[in-house]
C-alpha cells in the first residue's frame, strides 16, 4: 500500500511540475495568454501541416531546389548558421569548467540548452532538406574514413549533441528530485567540457570544409582553403554574442525565475570583450583569405561590393563596437552589437551556401515562401521548447539546496 501511495504520489508530484501547479483546464488557457503565444501557435499552426505536406508529396511540391542548386535555404539557414549560433554551449563551458571563471557559470545553463535545441531544430531541418530523409544515418556508417567530411560531421555532430544533452540533464535531475543521481552526472563534468570542446572544434571547421569540394561553385571571394578556420572562428564569435543576446531577452522574459543577484551586465561586458578579439581575429584572416586568392580586382564588382559590406559591416565594425563597448562599459551598445554580429554570421552562411554558391548559374535559387516558412517555424518551435523548460527546470537560477553545489 505504501508503495503504491508512493507511486500515485510521484504522478502527482511530476504533473504538477508540468504544469506548473495548475489543473489542466487552468494551464490550457494560460498557454494562449499573450501576444507571443497566439502569434507563436499561427506560425506552428501553419508550419506544421506544411512540413507534413512536403514530406507526403516531395521537395519538389514546396521548394524551388533543382538538381543544379540541391541546397537551399535550409541547409544555409537552419543547418550552417543554426549550428554556429549554436556554438555558446562549448564557448562558455570550457572557460567555467575548464578555466575556473566562476563568474560566468549563470549563463552556462541557458547557453548550454540553447546549443542542445540549436541542434535539435538543426537537424530537424536538415531533415526537411533531405529528399530520402530515412538514409540520414547513412554517413555515420557508409561513408566511413578519415578522408571523408561528411563521416566527421555526422559523427562529431551526433556525439556533441549527447555531450551537451548530458551537459544539461543535471538540471532536469534537480527540477525532478534526483540529488544522488545528478551528483554522480556532474562529476563528468569537465570530460564532457572537455569532448564539447574537441568536437566542437571538429564539425564547426568541417561545415566549412564541405565548400572545399567546389572551387568552382563558390565565388572567389569566398573561396578560400581557409574556410574551415573561418567557420570555427566565426562560430565562436557568433556562440558568444548569441549569449549576449539570449540572456538579455532571457532576463526580460522570465524576470521571476532569475537569480537577482547576477550582475548580468557585467556579465554582458565580459562576455562583449571577448568577442571583441575573436572578430578581431576573424577579421584578418578574411583579410588572408583574400591576399591568399589574390582576386582583389574582384572588390570592384557587384558581388565585390558586397564582400566588403559583409567583412567591413558586420566584422570589423562590431569588433570596434565591443571593444568600446566594454571599455565604456555601455552595456546596451554591447547587446545591440551582439545582436547586429549574430545578423552577420548568419549573413555570412547564407552568402557561402546560397548568394555566393553557384553564382555563374543564370537561372538563380531564391528560396520559396514554404522554405522560409518552413524555417521559421522551426526556430518558434525552438524558443517555444525552451520557454517552457526555463519556466519548469533550474536554468537561469540555481535551487536553493542546490546553490553553489555545481
Not at 106 to 112: L, Q
Not at 217 to 242: C, D, E, K, Q, T
Not at 374 to 395: K, Q, Y
Request: hydrophobic share 55%.
Amino acid at each position: 500500500m505504501r508503495d503504491a501511495a508512493s507511486a500515485v504520489h510521484t504522478r502527482l508530484s511530476i504533473a504538477d511540475k508540468l504544469l506548473l501547479g495548475l489543473t489542466p483546464r487552468e494551464y490550457a488557457k494560460s498557454v494562449v495568454s499573450s501576444p507571443f503565444d497566439i502569434i507563436a501557435a499561427a506560425i506552428i499552426g501553419i508550419g506544421i501541416p506544411l512540413i507534413v505536406y512536403r514530406f507526403v508529396y516531395g521537395l519538389g511540391a514546396v521548394t524551388n531546389l533543382t538538381q543544379a542548386s540541391p541546397w537551399g535555404l535550409w541547409i544555409g539557414f537552419d543547418m550552417l548558421a543554426g549550428v554556429a549560433l549554436a556554438a555558446g554551449g562549448f564557448t562558455l563551458a570550457s572557460p567555467v569548467y575548464i578555466f575556473g571563471l566562476e563568474d560566468y557559470h549563470p549563463v552556462v545553463r541557458p547557453a548550454v540548452l540553447t546549443g542542445f535545441l540549436g541542434y535539435i531544430f538543426a537537424v530537424l531541418g536538415l531533415i526537411c532538406d533531405l529528399g530520402r530523409p530515412w538514409n540520414l544515418p547513412l554517413p555515420l556508417v557508409y561513408s566511413f574514413g578519415t578522408t571523408s567530411v561528411m563521416f566527421e560531421v555526422a559523427w562529431c555532430i551526433s556525439l556533441y549533441s549527447v555531450v551537451l544533452f548530458l551537459e544539461f540533464v543535471p538540471s532536469v535531475l534537480e527540477w525532478l528530485g534526483y540529488p544522488g543521481l545528478r551528483a554522480r552526472l556532474v562529476k563528468l563534468t569537465i570530460g564532457l567540457t572537455v569532448a564539447a570542446v574537441l568536437l566542437s572544434t571538429l564539425h564547426q571547421s568541417s561545415l566549412g570544409g564541405l565548400f572545399l569540394m567546389a572551387p568552382h561553385r563558390l565565388h572567389p571571394l569566398w573561396y578560400s582553403p581557409f574556410i574551415p578556420v573561418f567557420f570555427f572562428i566565426s562560430a565562436i564569435a557568433g556562440g558568444l554574442s548569441m549569449v549576449i543576446v539570449e540572456s538579455a531577452l532571457s532576463h526580460r522574459a522570465f524576470e521571476s525565475r532569475i537569480d537577482h543577484h547576477v550582475d548580468v551586465d557585467r556579465l554582458a561586458v565580459g562576455l562583449g570583450r571577448a568577442a571583441s578579439v575573436v572578430l578581431f581575429a576573424y577579421f584578418f584572416l578574411r583579410l588572408q583569405g583574400l591576399a591568399d586568392a589574390n582576386r582583389w580586382d574582384l572588390l570592384f564588382t557587384p558581388y565585390g561590393y558586397w564582400f566588403l559590406f559583409e567583412v567591413i559591416g558586420f566584422v570589423l565594425v562590431p569588433c570596434l563596437l565591443f571593444a568600446h563597448g566594454a571599455r565604456t562599459v555601455n552595456v546596451r551598445l554591447v547587446r545591440w552589437t551582439a545582436a547586429w554580429t549574430v545578423l552577420g554570421i548568419v549573413v555570412y552562411r547564407l552568402n557561402v551556401s546560397i548568394v555566393a554558391f553557384n553564382w555563374t548559374l543564370a537561372d538563380r535559387y531564391i528560396p520559396s515562401a514554404a522554405e522560409i516558412w518552413t524555417s521559421l517555424t522551426l526556430v518558434t518551435l525552438g524558443v517555444v521548447v525552451f520557454r517552457w523548460i526555463v519556466n519548469r527546470m533550474p536554468v537561469l537560477r540555481d535551487l536553493p539546496e542546490y546553490h553553489g553545489a555545481h
